[in-house]
């Protein structure tokens, strides 16, 4: 057994809420154990506001939250992955890179809440909605570890 931790990415196409929020979940629950990283297809450049929001008020840090690309994962001197998932369903369906180390991919999908409309209560409550279910996941991820992610 290695004293590293395990190095997971979440994948979605935009990169700016679902893998956001995984990242951040997966980094605060992991404590220490899990290392999380996210990315997309083809990122939007910004992390939705509405997943800062949520995460400073689930009390998770959002320094350094940037929506990138996932071609960054592939580069030499990138973290060796052990876990690949994707958080949507566009993200599952597309044509990943080949990841150094063959690591395990398993999809986990949500709804977007970046699709969600009405005030800003209205659509803060989608975010709200939508981090608890990538809480309850994460949660469980963690506890059967990474070789049973095909479980959660």
């Given at each position: 057994?290695t004293?590293?931790?395990?190095?997971?990415?979440?994948?979605?196409?935009?990169?700016?809420?679902?893998?956001?929020?995984?990242e951040?979940?997966?980094?605060?629950?992991?404590?220490g154990?899990?290392?999380?990283?996210?990315?997309?297809?083809?990122?939007?450049?910004?992390?939705?506001?509405?997943?800062i929001?949520?995460?400073?008020?689930?009390?998770?840090?959002?320094?350094?939250?940037?929506?990138?690309?996932?071609?960054?994962?592939?580069?030499?001197?990138?973290?060796?992955?052990?876990?690949?998932?994707?958080?949507?369903?566009?993200?599952?369906?597309?044509?990943?890179?080949?990841?150094?180390?063959h690591?395990?991919?398993?999809?986990?999908?949500?709804?977007?809440?970046?699709?969600?409309?009405?005030?800003?209560?209205?659509?803060?409550?989608?975010?709200?909605?939508?981090?608890?279910?990538?809480?309850?996941?994460?949660?469980?991820?963690?506890?059967?570890?990474?070789e049973?992610?095909?479980?959660?």
């Amino acid at each position: 057994m290695t004293d590293s931790p395990i190095n997971v990415l979440v994948l979605c196409t935009g990169n700016s809420a679902r893998s956001v929020l995984a990242e951040c979940l997966i980094n605060d629950l992991g404590k220490g154990k899990w290392k999380a990283y996210s990315a997309g297809s083809k990122p939007t450049g910004r992390v939705n506001p509405f997943s800062i929001e949520i995460l400073k008020e689930k009390g998770h840090s959002v320094e350094g939250l940037r929506s990138k690309s996932w071609d960054e994962f592939g580069l030499p001197g990138a973290p060796k992955m052990d876990l690949v998932i994707t958080v949507c369903d566009n993200a599952a369906g597309e044509v990943c890179p080949v990841w150094p180390g063959h690591p395990s991919k398993v999809h986990i999908g949500f709804p977007d809440p970046a699709d969600a409309e009405g005030t800003h209560e209205e659509r803060l409550a989608v975010f709200r909605e939508v981090y608890g279910m990538i809480e309850a996941k994460i949660r469980r991820l963690i506890e059967l570890g990474p070789e049973r992610a095909g479980e959660v």
